[in-house]
């Protein structure tokens, strides 16, 4: 099957799934800082965190990907030149493409985050207070759990793009599934059959991802519903 070059495309979505996990985590904490600096009371903090989302929203992934990407070793080799260090230091692309694609979805995430922080109640906030509740409290035990269960549908959609996204790792020489499919399609002449097969495989990938997702929004928003329901009755 795909003249031998299968196990080789798994081998690369399983790259590509471990390129997505940990940019995930990355774009989770950078973007629970940034909702947290765009609520800020203090301007500089909020006026920071705004251009961050902006232009990182509106420059495409690609150019971030090759600014980062070549701009971040001329930046640490020149900064290694002043320090006496002469020998050229290569960033590895893995560590580059996990970074920027972190970097990018902390931006959207920031966004989603905000968002949900600004649905909840002020009044369940002040509620804890007037209980006697710590402001750490406060965030694991109210506000963390209602954010998280209203970030959901924002979430799996970041996620879904997320994961497509990692095809442009394979620009900056990282072995995932694209550029294994590109090796695969140049070495057989059949440029279709292997993109057609990384598409597929990108495709169970974001659907297993959608189903699962969708079942945790389910199972989180059970009180929601029947808060809703009995209401209405």
């Known amino acids: 099957m795909l ?15 471990g390129v997505a996990g940990a940019s995930l985590l990355i774009a989770v904490a950078l973007g629970l800082v940034g909702a947290a600096a765009k609520l800020s009371r203090v301007p500089l903090i909020r006026w920071v965190a705004t251009a961050y989302t902006t232009i990182v929203r509106g420059v495409p992934d690609l150019v971030l ?22 020998d050229y230091i290569d960033i590895d692309p893995l560590i580059a493409g996990v970074s920027t694609i972190g970097f990018i979805f902390g931006a959207y995430l920031a966004e989603t985050f905000r968002g949900a922080l600004i649905a909840i109640p002020v009044g369940q906030r002040e509620a804890g207070l007037a209980l006697g509740m710590s402001h750490t409290n406060i965030f694991a035990r ?43 399609a140049g070495a057989t002449r059949e440029p279709f059959t292997f993109y057609l097969a990384a598409g597929v495989i990108y495709l169970l990938i974001t659907t297993v991802s959608l189903l699962l997702l969708r079942a945790i929004e389910k199972r989180v928003t059970v009180g929601m519903r029947r808060a809703a329901s009995g209401m209405t009755r």
Do not use: C
């Open 142 to 184: 109210i506000t963390l759990p209602q954010m998280a269960r209203l970030a959901i549908p924002g979430f799996t959609n970041n996620w879904l793009v997320l994961v497509k996204s990692t095809a442009i790792v394979s620009v900056i020489g990282l072995t995932d599934m694209m550029h294994r499919a590109g090796l695969a």
């Open 3 to 17: 003249h031998g070059f299968l196990p080789a495309l798994l081998e690369g979505a399983v790259i590509t799934l």
């Open 65 to 86: 990907m090759l600014l980062i990407f070549y701009g971040g070793q001329l930046a640490v080799n020149a900064s290694a030149s002043a320090l006496g260090y002469d």
